[in-house]
């Protein structure tokens, strides 16, 4: 299994942009699909990005559609989330996940960073 550890969180300020890495300490993520999911306190786990294992399909949550942006970078193992136009409700702690090239469409991930925060002030 391939591990995952993800960084970038910060606190940022209503408006404001940050971009999550999450890279594969251990492994290649070259034939895996890759999801950025997030927990904020109180709430499930929520999928906000996805992207397959070919890189040419991705699919986000409507709550950051036009604002977020996932994008994979196969030759430094590495997938990105890029977050612009922040919004307080867009605090929670950050996950990227890995899976088979069919998890892009089941949903299904079997590996998982540790979680990054995120934390965005009115």
């Known amino acids: 299994q391939v591990q995952l550890v993800e960084s970038g969180g910060g606190q940022v300020q209503a408006g404001g942009s940050l971009r999550l890495s999450c890279a594969a300490s251990r492994g290649t993520l070259t034939n895996y699909a890759l999801g950025w999911f997030r927990q904020a306190p109180g709430k499930e786990r929520e999928i906000v990005a996805r992207i397959s294992s070919s890189g040419s399909n991705t699919n986000y949550a409507d709550s950051v559609k036009g604002r977020f942006t996932i994008s994979r970078d196969n030759a430094k193992n590495t997938v990105y989330l890029e977050m612009n136009s922040l919004k307080p409700e867009d605090t929670a702690v950050y996950y990227c996940?890995?899976?088979?090239?069919?998890?892009?469409?089941?949903?299904?991930?079997?590996?998982w960073g540790q979680g990054t925060q995120v934390t965005v002030s009115s």
């Open positions: 996940a890995a899976g088979g090239p069919n998890s892009y469409y089941s949903g299904f991930y079997s590996s």
